[in-house]
């Protein structure tokens, strides 16, 4: 069984930056997708990076300004968050997954899920 526990998640002011970071314990490589749900809305797959960590997807509203990346070695995934927006406001997941399409992730490819962390962004 896969476990994951985000952390990194705070308040910041808008046009600020946060890295988020899932550590994972559990063997095996796979799929990493980070996520977000705002309240009242569904959530969102925003970036996703293949196990080997050499291709990235990102949805367009974060394309340009988030950074998805891992460090197999250390069994960690990353989520740099530049240029932050009021509408960025959302509890964050990361999931992992055995698959990679290449597209930004969808919550039904996903299999494990962390707990999630909160990020508040402030104008």
């Known amino acids: 069984q896969l476990q994951l526990v985000e952390s990194g998640g705070a308040s910041v002011q808008s046009g600020g930056s946060l890295r988020l970071s899932c550590a994972l314990s559990?063997?095996?490589?796979?799929?990493i997708g980070w996520f977000r749900q705002a309240p009242g809305k569904e959530r969102e797959g925003i970036a996703s990076?293949?196990?080997?960590?050499?291709?990235?997807a990102y949805a367009d509203s974060v394309k340009g300004r988030f950074t998805i990346s891992r460090d197999n070695a250390k069994n960690m995934a990353f989520l740099q968050m530049n240029s932050l927006k009021p509408e960025d406001t959302a509890v964050y997941y990361c999931a992992a997954g055995t698959y990679y399409t290449g597209h930004y992730p969808e919550p039904g490819e996903f299999d494990y899920w962390g707990q999630g962390t909160q990020v508040t962004v402030s104008s």
């Open positions: 990076i293949v196990s080997s960590g050499t291709s990235t």
């Open positions: 559990g063997t095996g490589l796979y799929t």
